[in-house]
């Protein structure tokens, strides 16, 4: 079911959904409200996604003003599956055990994609997660065998960054290692990792991916285009 744990997770990952943004270019219309073809609203649909990689703890970034998003996520935040058992033991590093899936609401996400990326890095930073994959909420389409590829790849290199390519540069999602968090607190606006990416250069490890998987939908043609998609394969596809 979604929100079910994959058989193994990886310790000490965390990935962060960014969706708290204003979605001005579809309005009225709010984009991650928009369904597919089988009803399934975009935010879940992306969040299943992650739900369904061997990350080990998901956060999603949320606007304060919007209960209708939050109301999306009740149903997964509160089943069983997401709740931790009493006699959980410790994570490595001591980390308490906590909620697979949390959400937290963002602080004047009008001042730019930069106060939910902050937002992230500090909640991996008090969760002493090793690495931060940074997912953008209107990529409904990127698999979580894309994913699971960028924390296998990032666990066996150690690199600073991996991304999946687009083109030859970094695409979405991408995942940092902690080594970079201190850096990613001085992004500021409406920036993301494009310039630290852009600085680290070549030791950016980029993984294979369909360049479809890594669309965004992000103006209402875009969003036409999504809802005549048939629902997600339940069965993870080879990035």
């Not at 000490?12 to 399934?40: E, F, N, V, W, Y």
Request: net charge positive; proline share 13%; aromatic share 2%.
């Amino acid at each position: 079911m979604p929100g079910t744990p994959p058989p193994s997770t990886l310790p000490g990952t965390m990935a962060i959904i960014l969706a708290a943004g204003r979605s001005s270019r579809t309005a009225p219309a709010h984009k991650l409200l928009a369904c597919d073809a089988s009803g399934q609203p975009m935010l879940l649909r992306t969040l299943n996604a992650v739900l369904a990689s061997a990350v080990e703890e998901v956060l999603v970034l949320l606007p304060p003003e919007r209960p209708d998003m939050a109301a999306l996520l009740h149903p997964l935040l509160e089943s069983p599956a997401n709740t931790p058992p009493a006699s959980a033991p410790l994570a490595p590093g001591g980390r308490q055990p906590v909620r697979r899936l949390r959400m937290t609401c963002v602080r004047q996400p009008e001042l730019g994609l930069s106060r939910s990326l902050h937002a992230g890095v500090r909640a991996a930073m008090r969760r002493r997660a090793s690495s931060l994959l940074v997912c953008l909420a209107d990529m409904p389409l990127v698999s979580p065998a894309l994913l699971d590829t960028l924390l296998n790849t990032q666990r066996t290199t150690h690199a600073p960054a991996v991304a999946p390519d687009r083109h030859g540069q970094p695409g979405n999602p991408v995942l940092w290692s902690a080594q970079c968090y201190d850096r990613l607190l001085t992004v500021q606006g409406d920036q993301g990792g494009r310039t630290i990416l852009r600085d680290l250069g070549s030791a950016v490890r980029l993984v294979p991916a369909p360049a479809a998987m890594l669309e965004d939908f992000d103006t209402p043609e875009r969003l036409s285009d999504f809802a005549r998609m048939p629902a997600a394969d339940p069965t993870p596809t080879q990035a």
